[in-house]
């Protein structure tokens, strides 16, 4: 349907609101298996963003579980999120939406990510910072593994 045709760079947005690095780590492993995304991004296919992004995305579930991991809404984590959502929003769009799909993911990963971070302080009462992030990780990892898939997937 050419009207849920941008879902995926929404969705990757989602996913970003709470795992910066997340949408990028899962573009990264798609592109490494060989599978191309519906927009069109020359960055994506240099073998040091795609080695650069899965090592970033592994490092941000590992840091996050430190006391002394900043808030996804600090301005360097808010700036993460809009770079990330939106190459991974422009690679999920459809060729020659790209900008849209880019927009799309930016405009519901920051807002987003303050309704997150509640939800993660409120998790973090009740069970602890590493449970609830391992929880988290759990959750958002098979997000964007899902949302990427269903991306590649309506391109064939």
Same mark, same amino acid.
């Given at each position: 349907?050419?009207?849920?045709?941008?879902?995926?760079?929404?969705?990757?947005?989602?996913?970003?609101?709470?795992?910066?690095?997340?949408?990028m780590?899962?573009?990264?492993?798609?592109?490494?298996?060989?599978?191309?995304?519906?927009?069109?991004?020359?960055?994506?296919?240099h073998?040091?963003?795609?080695?650069?992004?899965?090592?970033?995305?592994?490092?941000?579930?590992?840091g996050?579980?430190?006391?002394?991991?900043?808030?996804?809404?600090?301005?360097?984590?808010?700036? $993460?999120? %809009?770079?990330s +959502? !939106?190459? *991974?929003?422009? /690679?999920? &769009?459809?060729h =020659? @939406?790209e900008?849209?799909?880019a927009?799309?993911?930016?405009?519901?990963a920051?807002?987003?990510?303050?309704?997150?971070?509640?939800?993660?302080?409120?998790?973090?009462?009740?069970?602890?910072?590493t449970?609830s992030?391992l929880?988290?990780? $759990?959750? %958002?990892?098979? +997000? !964007?593994? *899902?949302?990427? /898939?269903m &991306?590649?997937r =309506? @391109?064939?």
């Open positions: 349907m050419k009207s849920l045709s941008l879902l995926p760079s929404v969705l990757i947005g989602v996913v970003a609101s709470a795992r910066s690095m997340t949408p780590a899962a573009i990264a492993a798609a592109r490494l298996a060989h599978q191309g995304t519906p927009g069109r991004l020359v960055l994506l296919d073998p040091l963003f795609k080695v650069g992004a899965l090592f970033m995305g592994v490092g941000e579930l590992l996050d579980k430190m006391k002394s991991a900043p808030d996804r809404t600090v301005f360097l984590g808010l700036l $993460a999120r %809009v770079m +959502a !939106g190459i *991974a929003g422009a /690679a999920l &769009a459809p =020659g @939406r900008r849209l799909g927009g799309l993911a930016i405009g519901t920051v807002p987003l990510a303050y309704l997150t971070l509640a939800g993660r302080k409120q998790a973090m009462a009740r069970i602890g910072q449970r992030g929880i988290e990780d $759990a959750f %958002v990892v098979a +997000a !964007g593994a *899902a949302v990427v /898939a &991306a590649l =309506g @391109r064939r």
